[in-house]
Structures are given as structure tokens and as C-alpha cells.
């Protein structure tokens, strides 16, 4: 069974903090992974993917990957109201085109 | 460009009825995934279609469930004999290609009274 695993939360972090999101996943041959935004009653949005180990940065936006560890992380810079949503963690499957997805984590971030 | 866009964005339907829902992704996108999600839940896997035959469909739940792409663009997800715990927000993906990433459509919200 592969399976994508997230703290739930909720997470409650104060405008301008850092906010920092987790993700394991289980199928050791997973290749790429992806971060999705959901707000409430919207559909996911693509925020960050990344496929190689290390960091990659987009804006306010960094995903870490450690594959070694199997473990997928997404933090967000100088955090605004206007972020908080329900973040789903996402990996490919190592021999086809699905992505797994785990069940996200609820970000709440106060003014 | 256009995203992906799904049909109807909501329907409501007698447990026992034949729904069918529709997706028409990126111009362009090779691939094509449906996901349901619940409330509470991520997405879960479907079927996916790379070109007009579904490269995976160990998702769906059963044999009342069926998708098609005929013409590798527009998809057709299909329920027969709708039951009440088919209620959910049925999502539809594409990508460029089966490594790409996923674009999402608005969703079409099921609900099966």
C-alpha cells in the first residue's frame, strides 16, 4: 500500500512567521512531489513541485526533499492570512502517472 | 489558456440513478486523471487515461464505475446505480505528460440523495 502521510493539524502560525509543513511517504521508488494548496471549497492548486533531493525555492515558497528519508517538506515565508488553506502533500507513483495523495494539513495564519 | 473544465459543477441525484460527468482538459495535455475527494480527505485515485486508453483504472471502486476518453481530449465518467456513499466532489486532472505535473478543474459536487 503506498501511502502519503501529513499531520493534519491544524497549524496556527502568526502573519510574517515561518510555517512549516511535513509530508512521509512510503513507495521508496516515488520519483516526483508536489505541493497543493486547497482552500475551502475550492479545488487543489499546484503551488510547488520538486524532484530532485535539496531545496528549491519559488518566492516565499521552499520545498525540501530527502529522499534518503523519505520525507517531503514545504515551508512558507513571511506567512499571510491570505495562505491560510489546507495543504496536500502529493507523490508519483514509481512506475505510473498517478499521484498519491495524503489527506493535508489545515494552516491557519492570524493577523 | 483555458484550464480544465468540469460538467456540471453540481448535481443531485435519487440513489439508484445513472449519472455522467464531464471533463475537458488542457488543450494539449496528454494525460487525464479523475479523483474523488470527501470531506476532510485528499484526493483519491480514480482512473487515468494516457491518450485514449486508461493507463490505470485500479481506483475505481467498482464495476458501476466506468470513464472513457474515445478522441484523447473530453472524458466521461460514468455511475451506474448510484448509491449515497458515491457522494462527493468528483476532481478531473491533466498534465502534458504522465511526469508533468497535474492541473485541477473546479470539481463537480455529487450528491446522491
Known amino acids: 500500500q503506498k501511502e502519503v502521510e501529513q499531520n493534519s493539524g491544524p497549524l496556527s502560525v502568526p502573519e510574517g512567521a515561518i510555517a512549516s509543513l511535513n509530508c512521509t511517504y512510503s513507495?521508496?521508488?516515488?520519483?516526483?512531489f508536489f505541493w497543493y494548496r486547497q482552500y475551502s471549497g475550492k479545488s487543489p492548486e499546484l503551488i510547488m513541485f520538486?524532484?530532485?533531493?535539496g531545496d528549491k525555492e519559488d518566492g516565499r515558497f521552499t520545498a525540501q526533499l530527502n529522499k534518503a528519508s523519505q520525507y517531503v517538506s514545504l515551508l512558507i515565508r513571511d506567512s499571510q492570512p491570505s495562505d491560510s488553506a489546507t495543504y496536500l502533500c502529493?507523490?508519483?507513483?514509481?512506475?505510473?502517472?498517478?499521484?498519491?495523495f495524503g489527506r493535508g494539513t489545515q494552516l491557519t495564519v492570524w493577523p | 489558456g483555458a484550464g480544465v473544465s468540469q460538467t456540471p459543477s453540481n448535481k443531485v441525484t435519487e440513489k439508484g440513478k445513472y449519472v455522467e460527468l464531464r471533463c475537458d482538459p488542457i488543450?494539449?495535455?496528454?494525460?487525464l486523471y479523475w479523483y474523488r475527494q470527501s470531506l476532510g480527505q485528499g484526493p483519491e485515485f480514480l482512473i487515468y487515461?494516457?491518450?485514449?486508453?486508461?493507463?490505470?483504472d485500479s481506483g475505481l471502486p467498482n464495476d458501476r464505475f466506468f470513464a472513457v476518453r474515445p478522441e484523447g481530449s473530453v472524458s466521461t465518467l460514468k455511475i451506474q446505480r448510484t448509491e449515497r456513499g458515491d457522494s462527493a466532489v468528483y476532481l478531473c486532472?491533466?498534465?502534458?505528460?504522465?511526469?508533468?505535473?497535474?492541473?485541477f478543474g473546479n470539481g463537480t459536487r455529487l450528491t446522491v440523495t
Open positions: 486532472a491533466s498534465s502534458l505528460w504522465w511526469n508533468s505535473p497535474l492541473h
Open positions: 502529493a507523490a508519483r507513483g514509481s512506475t505510473l502517472g498517478r499521484l498519491y
Open positions: 520538486i524532484y530532485s533531493n
Open positions: 488543450s494539449g495535455h496528454t494525460a
Open positions: 487515461f494516457q491518450g485514449t486508453g486508461a493507463a490505470d
Open positions: 513507495d521508496r521508488g516515488s520519483q516526483s
